[in-house]
């Protein structure tokens, strides 16, 4: 099964980067809006954290410094449409506190070393979980790790691929070893994912004309 689903995420990729091109993420313009995306977009729709980056933008807050020196009231009002407002706003926090205090405010310092170190200093700040830390790495960090998140989880799954119970570590684990340690195809690779996983793989699926539909799959 192992090398069957190995085959078939290649195949996967291949299909998807024909039918969209290539998609250039992440969508933020600069590693500051990264991170700060990474933290916002958990259990949201990306457009209400651009609405909250935009927010910070527009107060001036959009750097380190400002970050940290903002009161953490005005942040989540800034943060406000991301939603859990004060949730994420002590999160943000929690990582620009790290930032500064033990890396002086440099984020090529935080994500300074070999991935499996820097991904346990990030999963050690409060709040950011695997999802999360991983983005930063990749899209912040270029680091070649992959991302997992609800679309792919709902993509193998209804290709078979995987258990609807399978864990974060065993789903990145098959791209992993799947594919070529490239930051940059992992990156491709996840947008991609997205993109499919908005236009067909939806919590109803919507299976005609999708790139994958020729694969075995199952519309559920």
């Not at 090529?108 to 999802?131: C, F, K, N, T």
């Not at 996840?190 to 499919?196: I, K, Q």
């Amino acid at each position: 099964m192992a090398a069957n689903a190995e085959r078939t995420i290649r195949k996967m990729y291949d299909l998807l980067l024909a039918a969209y091109g290539s998609q250039g993420w992440w969508p933020g313009n600069s590693a500051l809006e990264v991170v700060v995306g990474a933290i916002l977009a958990q259990n949201t729709a990306w457009k209400n954290v651009e609405r909250a980056i935009e927010n910070l933008g527009g107060a001036g807050c959009l750097s380190w410094s400002a970050l940290r020196d903002i009161s953490h009231g005005k942040l989540a009002r800034l943060v406000q449409p991301s939603g859990t407002f004060r949730v994420k706003a002590r999160r943000l926090k929690a990582f620009v506190k790290v930032l500064w205090d033990d890396h002086g405010g440099s984020l090529d310092s935080l994500l300074a070393g070999d991935v499996g170190p820097v991904r346990d200093r990030l999963l050690a700040i409060h709040g950011v979980g695997p999802e999360t830390a991983d983005a930063i790495l990749l899209y912040a960090g270029e680091k070649p790790i992959f991302v997992v998140d609800a679309y792919t989880k709902r993509i193998l799954r209804r290709h078979g691929l995987i258990t609807s119970g399978a864990g974060y570590n065993k789903v990145q684990n098959l791209f992993q070893h799947a594919l070529s340690e490239d930051a940059r195809l992992f990156n491709e690779y996840h947008a991609l994912l997205v993109a499919v996983g908005k236009h067909h793989c939806k919590t109803r699926p919507q299976c005609a004309g999708c790139p994958l539909a020729d694969l075995p799959h199952e519309c559920d």
